[in-house]
Structures are given as structure tokens and as C-alpha cells.
């Protein structure tokens, strides 16, 4: 039986301001109840008003995501009660969304979208054993909601959509979409194709891609299960339990009958002819599918992987094309046949192994491109070595020194003086006679052991193209001796 699968997800919006209030719109802030006033408070008597800039976002939000758009969309309430909910209703929007029928295309299939639309916000509850407290901070931030068709058939291209679309939604700037802060949240709706009833689940707030995947993959088995069972499926609204891995039951499904609404009256519909929609679709810059093609075709030594790393976090294709230009004015015409296969492994290797150390991201790096192009290029043209260019790396990692100002300091420069390397190699043979043997019995693998500790005497400045020849040499006399 295939499963049927649509999303809805809440995006909450960087604005500076509330949706219909001139409060802060802050996630980081600590204090509970700060961000407060009379209107999204829901005090009697306030009139709401509209966050331009948020209607912007959702409008670019639309285009990325080839919307169409109507001549007019409007507020409606969305009458329900629950404690975080201050109003008593939510401002919403029913049947005139800002955006409708558009795609986002994933692994080649396009998985439709029909509506993307605004809303406020609401409080956030905090339980504990014997009482529950309400911050209502979060009260009133904007907040865009977008809904799929029943398109998706798989957990995995259920979490691959959430992924992607959370990479537009921060290429775009209008939001960071940080799941696991609730940034962005995700309710699945699931049924089996092949069943008989007229049923839907839905399983709420998932906060983690790895939540959508194994929730739909659970919760796909157990209503299988009981299908082959006989027993009737109803539509329900249900939970995700990431310790014990399974969904669990919460209340019946609403149906939208259930929330009564009708169109906002304190707010007047939106026309969309006194936005500015060429400007404001103009901001939008490269997309990452768009990204994806280019580096593709621009850069054909990529692997599939490395440019998935590189469309990731959108500053990291700027460093690394910033570093690739750098480098290659550098070397001033000289062969750059690999040069990109050497900037590319410092900068996914050590370089990342560095911000995942530190916990850095690409936009706050304080290394620059520049004095990183500066030391591809020495070691692209073997001036410095593997274990010293780690070395330095480190040491630029902070922004703090100029590559220039390191390598003159005596334990980075590298040696390439053959008297000196031989005289050390002769130390490494005599220190260890059993890899010598290894070797002169047709073991080719025990000349990399006796470099290594040809380099672990030079502190790894040792030129290691000099030092293999040298060794060969070396041994080649041993073995006709013998």
C-alpha cells in the first residue's frame, strides 16, 4: 500500500517586529513576558496592524517557489481556545492565501504546493509537574504556514523537502529555520492509498528532519498493521515520541468547520498591486537548485557530494569561489591544473574539520579568503607541507596573523636541502631495520613508514617528494650491497 503524504510547516519569520504589533520580534530573548503589549496580548479594544516587511517575505517565499499569486488576499479569524492563545482566535488566512499552486521540485519529482499564507504566532507553554506557565513572547510573531498536496510517498522525500526547503527559506534571508529552536515545524498528514476508509492522520510538532523521517516510517507500519488486521482507521491527531520511537494518540482531527472562520474585521483585505513585487523579487538572489547547476557546469571536478556541502550554507560557495579567483591571480598563468582539487580538500577537510571543532559556521569565519588562497597556493606548489600547512591553518583559523608573517618563521619553513634530508634518512634506516627489510623484500608499503618518520624528526618539514627519492636511493645501495 503507498502511502499519502502531505506537509504543513510553520516557519516563524526574521522580522524586526510582531506580525500586527510594533513589539520585538526576538527568539534568543530569556525573560518570559518582555515582548509584550495591549494588542498581541489580545486586550479589548486594540486594533491589530500588518508587518509589511512580513507579507514581503512570504511573497518572496511564493516566487521561489513558483506561486502564483492573487489580485487580493485577506485576514481571516480562526476562532479556537487554548491557554497560549491570548485573543482567543487567530489571525489567519483561509481562503485567499498571499501564494497557491506552486512546486518545489525534489530528486526530480515536483511535489505541489497549495498555499503558502500568513498567521500570527502563539504563546509558548511551559509545563511542569504540578502547574503550567505561559510566555507570551513568541505571541503575535509572524508566522508562515505552507502546505503541500497529498504528493509525497516516502519518509525519506518527506525529510528531503523539509531540507530543502529550509535552505531556500535562509538563501532568501527570511528565516533561519532552525528546527530543533522551533523555528520551523512540521506536521505530517498520512493515510494508505489502497485503504478503504476516508481517513487522515496527522502527527504534530515535529522538530528535526530525523523526527519526520522516523515518525512517517512508524507510523506507515502501524496503520499497515492494523489494516491487515481489519481494523478500521479514523482520522486522529497524534504525537511523536522520539524516546520509545512511536506516535501516540492526542485527540480527533479538527476539521476546518471546527474553527468557524470568517473574514478579519479589523483589517482590511490586501492588495497586491501596492506592493512593489518586481522590486521585491528582484532581491531574490541564487537559489540553491540554481547553485547546484552552476557549479555543476563550472567546476566539473566536483563531486555530487562536495558541491552538496558547498550549497549548504550559501557562504561557503562564496568562500570557496573567492579563494579559487585568489588563488589562481597568484600563480599568475602558471598550470592550475589541480589547483581546485587542492583547495577544495583543505577547505572540506581541515578547514571544516576546524569549524566543526569550534562550532563556526562560514558566515562568521575570520579567516579570509585571501590569506587562505595564500596558503593553497604554497602547498599547491609543494613549498610547505601536509603536516605544515595543518600548522598554519590553525594558526590564520583565529584572523588574527597574515600567512606571510607565519611562514617566515623558521618551524614552518620547509626543507628541501638534500644533504640535510639524507643525513636524517640514514638516522630513519638504521633506527629501523625491520621496515627496511619489509621493503627490500618487495614490500613497497614500508617506504611510506620510514618517511613518516622522516617527517616526524623534521616536524613534518620535510619536502616528501625529495625524501621518497632520497630513501629509494638509499635502499636501492643496501639492496645491490646485499
Known sequence: MKPIIGLEIHVQLKTKRKMFCDC???PEEKLPNVNVCPICLGYPGTLPSPNKKAIEMVLKVGKALNCQFPEISKFDRKNYFYPDLPKGYQISQYDQPLCFNGFLEIEGRKIRIRRIHLEEDTGRSMHFKDKSLIDFNRAGVPLMELVTEPDIRSAKEAKKFCQELQLILRYLGVSDADMEKGEMRCEVNISLEASKEDYKVEIKNLNSFKAVEEAIEYEIKRQLKLLEEGKKLESETRGWDPEKKETFPQRRKEKEADYRYFPEPDLPPIELKDFDLEKIFSEIGELPSEKRKRLKEEYPELKKEEIEVLVEEKEATDFFEETFSEAKALLKGKDTSSLLRTIINLMLTDLRGLMLETKNSFKDLALKPKEFAKLCVAFYEKKITSPVAKKILKELYGGRTKFE????????????DEASL????????????????????????ALNFLVGKL???????????LSQKIFKALLKEISQKE
Open 24 to 26: 520585538k520580534n526576538d
Open 405 to 416: 608573517e607565519l611562514l617566515r618563521k623558521e618551524e614552518f619553513e620547509i626543507i628541501g
Open 422 to 445: 639524507k643525513k636524517l634518512a640514514k638516522e630513519v634506516i638504521e633506527e629501523n631495520p625491520k621496515p627496511v627489510a619489509d621493503y627490500l623484500s618487495g614490500k613497497e608499503n
Open 455 to 465: 617527517m616526524a624528526k623534521t616536524r613534518g618539514k620535510a619536502d616528501p617528494e
